[in-house]
């Protein structure tokens, strides 16, 4: 098992930046791919970005892309998602997850989930 806890969301601004960060613990010795994933109110949980364990390999939607960074530290089992330029439509529920053997946009191939952090975005 791998036991994940996303932190860093908030209150911001339209324009603003947030750093969120996930931290895994438990089952961690395995190579895998992380990603985070966004759920709004009344909307269908959506794929944001995604990273190769080594880092290497890295994709983002395309609503996302240009603004948001993910990246990751496997001395420190850590996944973050850099967000600059928020805009409303950025407001959501965010989850980290891991467990794909590869980078992939469905959700369905990712065994571990966080329980989430709220971003909200002010316009």
């Known amino acids: 098992q791998v036991h994940l806890v996303e932190s860093g969301g908030g209150l911001v601004q339209a324009g603003g930046s947030l750093r969120l960060s996930c931290a895994a613990s438990?089952?961690?010795?395995?190579?895998?791919?992380m990603g985070w994933f966004r759920q709004a109110p009344g909307k269908e949980r959506e794929f944001v970005a995604a990273i190769s364990w080594g880092g290497g390999t890295k994709s983002y939607a395309d609503s996302v892309l240009g603004r948001f960074t993910i990246s990751r530290d496997n001395a420190k089992n850590t996944v973050s998602l850099q967000m600059n330029s928020l805009k409303s439509e950025d407001t959501a529920v965010y989850y980290c997850?891991?467990?794909?053997?590869?980078?992939?946009?469905?959700?369905?191939?990712?065994?571990?989930w966080g329980q989430g952090t709220q971003v909200t975005v002010s316009s």
């Open positions: 438990g089952r961690t010795c395995c190579s895998f791919a």
């Open positions: 997850a891991a467990g794909s053997s590869h980078v992939d946009m469905r959700s369905g191939q990712y065994n571990y």
